[in-house]
T-cell receptor
Framework: SQQGEEDPQALSIQEGENATMNCSYKTSINNLQWYRQNSGRGLVHLIL?????REKHSGRLRVTLDTSKKSSSLLITASRAADTASYFCATDQSYKLSFGAGTTVTVRA | EAQVTQNPRYLITVTGKKLTVTCSQNMNHEYMSWYRQDPGLGLRQIYYSMNVEVTDKGDVPEGYKVSRKEKRNFPLILESPSPNQTSLYFC????????????FGSGTRLTVV
């Protein structure tokens, strides 16, 4: 079953701008993860935030988690052309990883 | 290099002809799983394995089989493939002893005609 749902489905921004995408989920989780996928290739793990954490940073990435609203957001700051990809949130419920349909981000030069 | 290796990368087959997609990881991970990715549906879990000889169904197990005889390998078997199994397949692994997420293979694009 599809646990996470990303919003928006697609996002187009200028290089240097920030990109924000949101994820909502339905049931309780152990942690929430964000992945990047470049055009039909394998998924790359970006960041994991545990259910008892509210915010986490990794380089230009910032992830927030609001378990009361069952939602998370991923912020990519100072975007680059190389950030063009699809981004997926995935909720982990005891090793059952459930993905949303993803947000496609296009960064224009 | 730590990785999950899937083979083949591309496969075209005919309906009903048994096939196996192999998956191997070199990170000594306990957990392995298979996903299929279809446009507009995201990734859906097919089967997963918590450790050797321990497997369980995911969300879309019909038409698939798996086995976990060794820790490093987790093959996906399609006994009688049908066109609705045309998809992009990913294998992934992880360990409860690590704080990171899952490591994914590069994918297998399967077409059943």
């Amino acid at each position: 079953s599809q646990q996470g749902e990303e919003d928006p489905q697609a996002l187009s921004i200028q290089e240097g701008e920030n990109a924000t995408m949101n994820c909502s989920y339905k049931t309780s989780i152990n942690n929430l993860q964000w992945y990047r996928q470049n055009s039909g290739r394998g998924l790359v793990h970006l960041i994991l935030i545990r259910s008892n954490e509210r915010e986490k940073h990794s380089g230009r990435l910032r992830v927030t988690l609001d378990t009361s609203k069952k939602s998370s957001s991923l912020l990519i700051t100072a975007s680059r052309a190389a950030d063009t990809a699809s981004y997926f949130c995935a909720t982990d419920q005891s090793y059952k990883l459930s993905f949303g349909a993803g947000t496609t981000v296009t960064v224009r030069a | 290099e730590a990785q999950v290796t899937q083979n083949p990368r591309y496969l075209i087959t005919v309906t009903g002809k048994k096939l196996t997609v192999t998956c191997s990881q070199n990170m000594n991970h306990e957990y392995m799983s298979w996903y299929r990715q279809d446009p507009g549906l995201g990734l859906r879990q097919i089967y997963y394995s918590m450790n050797v000889e321990v497997t369980d169904k995911g969300d879309v197990p019909e038409g698939y089989k798996v086995s976990r005889k060794e820790k490093r390998n987790f093959p996906l078997i399609l006994e009688s493939p049908s066109p609705n199994q045309t998809s992009l397949y990913f294998c992934a692994s992880s360990s409860p002893l690590e704080s990171g997420g899952y490591t994914f293979g590069s994918g297998t694009r399967l077409t059943v005609v």
